[in-house]
């Protein structure tokens, strides 16, 4: 039995309104929640199974996964029909139990997603291998034939009669073309991919243990056009980055501040950059944690950003802190304000 479930045969009947067909209704109700809230365990432990064995029919797992979120809603109409026969008591059960129901789904999700990616990485370096492979140098075979054959030509009109002469050539020389061909005249036609980017994306090409190279700017300025741009920039006030705490609700503006502010200046290198990192971390919360221990030095930059997207910057992480936000959060008011701070 699930821990939701348990959860709510916590209620006693006392706690539901008694009367006649109500109660008949509330028994239905609960019956119908057990039966669904059992197929999708049913669902998520073959979704386990599957990824244990390593099993890559990616469609049958999409599916499965597809019926657990079908299943989910189900559920939950199911449970909040049960708020109009509970109690106000007991209205914390079944909060209870509809929130240990979405964190398992969201685990589940989490768990499938990080195995797809981990397939779809081992799949893309096999193409990779398979096509440096396929790319082969040209045949050395036909090309050395062709250079000794006008020697051998030489020799036997040299050592032989002149009815030696007369002896046609080999076809393999007279007909000789190269089988190997270039593989861009194959693919006249290369076809686009547009590639989807977030706004993180150059951290996993970042290198490890390796100092950071931006490509500099070539472009060349006169004196005046150097002092104007200088000039205009005392002007500007300087921006402050928002210290960030770990929330991976701040996390989106504040990577993409960083970079913008801190990791693309060229003229820094990555002691300074990790020391800026550091610096806009709040003291206490799970920034500083995931990064604790890894000192000040530059070689621990890209591994330091690389930690804080892990930990607080995946998708999953992110969907399930808006769902917090919204399920967990204070009682909305009929205002303005309750509203506006509902909303994402």
Known sequence: MSKSTETTDKITEAEYHQSGEEKERISTVKQKRKVVRARI????????DLIQSNDDNHRRLNRELEEIKRDSFIARDLNSELYAYVSDVATCTLDQWEDELTSDIFDIEEELE????????SSQRENEVAEIRNISPPPEQNTTQDQTSPAVEILTSDNQSPQADKVPESPLVMNHSPSWTSP???QSHPVSKEKVTSVDSWIDELVEFQETNLP???????IAESLFKLESSRDIPSIQINKFDGNPLHYVDFIECFQIQIHNKTHLNDNARMSQLKSHLTRTGDAARVLSGM?????????????????????????RAYINKITRGGKVNNDRESLRDCTL
């Open 41 to 48: 365990t049913r669902s998520m432990n073959r979704i386990r």
């Open 114 to 121: 990080d195995y797809l990616n981990r397939d779809a990485i």
């Open 184 to 186: 861009s005249s194959e």
């Open 216 to 222: 500099r700017e070539n472009q060349q300025f006169t």
């Open 295 to 319: 000192g000040s030095q530059g070689t621990m930059n890209t591994t330091a950003l690389k930690t804080l997207k892990q930990e607080c910057g995946q998708r999953s992480v992110i969907a």
